[in-house]
């Protein structure tokens, strides 16, 4: 049958299950918005078409799907970078469709002319620019191959306007994607899982550290079992979190820049690292010369190129997690290792002494508080999107995950704006979740204009904004290394629930916290999207800390002396 | 040390640009890089020079791999292999040292390609060495202009890339 390239692209959008495209159309991209109207897929309009990316990146990460963003040429396309950047940082799949001016114009600096290949080649896993309509659906089929498979990321495909119109016969590729330069597998050589197996079983001082990896592979049984079999701690970083049940007596939680000071203690101290789809970011090492000198490491991840990336490792062993945790799980011997165990829980008390939920407060709403609380009045099942600052560290430290792919944040790219178009994006993904979005009051204002989104496409998500009037984590770093000299992180707000107000979000403003419970609670029965404002402390600060650069073990700790001394008055 | 890097990719519009914008946005540091036709016309060969002492070799591989379009990646430097680099030099010639100059560059078989009344262009072919000694050797007739390619590398033997893997009618790998 001839069709046009327009609609090639929606049959194709089709074959891969593709339900929901987030978008924004123009010009260069009208052919294909005017052939969707043919195709049973709902449209979900942004209103920036960053928001656009942030969505169906939100969607991947909640659903496990591709996620699929559509935008036109010129400023629309360069509006989609920082989410393409975010997504390709985070090891997002999805897939971004641009419309480009006429195959003629292109070089000719045509009316929303970019060269939007060129300035996503370094922020894309793959992109294409197709300039044949017959060679649009193997394309697009190999786009979405890429995007999902190996170390998944973005694809991008630049689809001038004179390729939407043009038309073709369509014979769908039906065969599997066979792409000469890339073939990911796994490979274990013999002798890489028998050093592995010995050094595990020889750790007397071991930890895990699961990462991302764990949720993209689905290692979540494997990992537990790993750890159980062996009695292993599991640490984990920032976007793992929900890989292994916070409850389970071997989570630590999470390491690196703001993890807890026992779980850092237990890597500096441990004789072997098992790094599991993480990539030693320098988030999570601190100063790499003095990080874990005393241990062995295995790292194990897809990617080759993170193999001895940032950290030396004695074992490197290439693939998918899943798949090489089920070779090594019947070697892994049940070493006894309580004694290990019991020096984590010695350093643990230490950091619950220092622990702000010991504190009521003193009169007055802290961020890790509100936090904590949404935590219990949800019970600890929501979906959680947070945006990057301050918010998102307690976020992190105060709100428990059980199960995989519940939080959802900006964790590589540390990307502000993220948390609204994503947590659209997520609850999109999984409507019979409670989605809550978090963020803070800077970065909740670079795409705030998304509310309009979450009201049009009638979108239930709960937004908490944790409103410090400050660029909270820039503030703290000002404070700790620049003498409190605050330059350009004041902000001087609209008030949020005016805001939601003009959109017709219902929304609740908390100044006390005795009223956070009760006002998440009367949030949850709302209709539709909902906003809670939680005016927070102004000066508060993400314990502890690990400065840029500093060793691991070097941790700015929560002074517990103020804290005693509050708890006395 | 220097690392040779042999790389098959796919011969599409582009490709070139994606490694190199991989080495620039890696701060990889590259000596040289040539690119040219294979055998198969869907593949072109790029021939890389690395620094290993200012970038690791096996992170620029492992990289290049991350590419779609790349296909297959070998650091060849251990492996026996014809190395060459081909230079066209432009060097003052005059009636007194143009005799020289031509017998030089016997010596290093190479050939003059241009004689024009104060000037000569040779054309020399060989390992990095060769051509730098033969560079040093002009240096002191005045260069007026120099070119070089920067290496191009195959390993010796029946094998493609020392791997003991050919395949027929083009369908190597």
């Known amino acids: 049958m001839e069709l046009t390239g327009a609609e090639i692209l929606w049959e194709c959008l089709l074959r891969e299950g593709v339900e ?299 693939g998918d997690l899943k798949a090489v945790l089920q070779e090594l799980l019947p070697h892994v011997e049940p070493v006894d290792r309580s004694a290990w165990l019991e020096q984590i829980d010695e350093w643990r008390d230490d950091t619950r002494r220092r622990d702000i939920l010991n504190w009521d407060g003193g009169g007055k709403l802290w961020g890790a508080h509100v936090i904590h609380d949404i935590w219990r009045a949800t019970e600890g099942n929501a979906i959680v999107v947070t945006d990057v600052g301050q918010h998102q560290m307690w976020e992190a430290q105060y709100y428990r995950h059980e199960r995989p792919f519940t939080l959802i944040t900006s964790g590589g790219l540390g990307t502000m704006g993220f948390a609204l178009p994503a947590g659209i994006g997520a609850k999109l993904a ?140 | 040390m220097k690392h040779v890097l042999v790389a098959r990719v796919e011969n599409k519009p582009g490709v070139l640009n994606r490694v190199a914008s991989l080495f620039r946005r890696r701060g990889f540091n590259i000596d040289s890089l040539t690119v040219g036709e294979t055998e198969v016309p869907e593949v072109s060969r790029m021939t890389i020079v690395v620094d290993a002492t200012r970038t690791d070799a096996s992170r620029v591989v492992h990289n290049l791999y991350k590419l779609v379009n790349v296909i297959e990646v070998e650091d060849i430097t251990e492996k026996p292999a014809v190395v060459r680099d081909l230079v066209l030099i432009k060097v003052k010639a005059d009636a007194k040292t143009r005799p020289e100059i031509i017998q030089l560059t016997q010596v290093f078989r190479g050939h003059v390609v241009d004689v024009a009344p104060e000037s000569l262009i040779v054309e020399l072919t060989g390992e990095e060495d060769k051509i730098n000694s033969f560079v040093d050797v002009m240096r002191p007739f005045g260069i007026i202009e120099m070119v070089r390619t920067g290496i191009v590398a195959m390993v010796r033997g029946t094998s493609v890339n020392g791997h003991g893997r050919v395949g027929g009618n083009g369908s190597v790998l």
């Open chain 1, 20 to 318: 929901l495209v987030f978008g924004y159309p123009g010009g260069a991209i009208l052919p294909t918005y005017d052939a969707m109207n043919f195709y049973p897929v709902r449209h979900v309009l942004v209103r920036h078409e960053q928001g656009a990316v942030h969505a169906a990146d939100g969607y991947a990460r909640a659903s496990g799907r591709v996620g699929v963003a559509m935008a036109t040429s010129g400023p629309g396309a360069t509006n989609m970078v920082t989410g393409i950047a975010t997504a390709m940082m985070d090891s997002s799949p999805v897939v971004c469709i641009t419309g480009q001016v006429p195959t003629l114009a292109i070089g000719s600096d045509a009316f929303q002319e970019t060269d939007v290949t060129g300035i996503t080649l370094p922020i894309t896993k793959h992109n294409y620019l197709v300039t044949d309509v017959r060679d649009l659906a193997r394309t697009v089929k190999e786009a979405f191959y890429i995007a999902r498979t190996g170390r998944p990321g973005p694809v991008l495909i630049d689809i001038p306007k004179d390729v939407q119109i043009a038309r073709t016969e369509f014979v769908y590729p039906e065969d599997p994607v066979e792409l000469p330069g890339y073939k990911p597998r796994t490979v274990i050589p013999p002798e890489d899982l028998e050093r592995a197996v010995e050094l595990i079983n020889s750790a007397r001082r071991p930890v895990i550290l699961a990462g991302h990896g764990v949720l993209m592979s689905g290692a979540m049984r494997e990992l537990r079992e790993f750890a159980e079999r062996g009695r292993i701690p599991v640490a984990q970083t920032l976007l793992g979190l929900g890989n292994f049940p916070a409850s389970h007596p071997l989570c630590l939680g999470m390491m690196g820049m703001h993890g807890e000071a026992y779980v850092n203690q237990a890597i500096q101290e441990a004789d072997l690292l098992l790094a599991f789809g993480m990539r030693f970011d320098d988030r999570v090492t601190g100063n790499v010369k003095t990080y874990a000198p005393k241990a062995r490491k295995i790292h194990v991840d897809i990617d080759p190129s993170e193999i001895n990336k940032n950290v030396k490792v004695d074992v490197g062993i290439v």
């Open chain 1, 430 to 569: 999984r409507p019979d979740e409670e989605v809550w979005v978090i963020a803070g009051d800077g970065g909740f204002q670079m795409t705030q204009a998304e509310l309009a989104t979450a009201v049009q496409e009638r979108v239930p998500i709960r937004i908490a904004i944790i409103n410090n009037g400050y660029l909270g984590m820039v503030r703290q770093w000002q404070e700790f290394f620049y003498e409190k000299r605050y330059a350009a992180t004041p902000l001087v707000n609209p008030d949020f629930c005016k805001l939601a107000a003009a959109y017709d979000i219902p929304a609740f403003r908390v100044t006390r916290r005795e009223e956070v419970i009760p006002t998440v609670q009367k949030a949850r029965e709302v209709d539709g999207p909902v906003l809670i404002d939680f005016i927070v402390e102004k000066e508060d600060i993400v314990y502890p800390m690990v400065p840029a650069g500093a060793d691991l073990h070097a941790m700015i700790r929560r002074p517990v002396e103020q804290y005693e001394k509050e708890v006395s008055k």
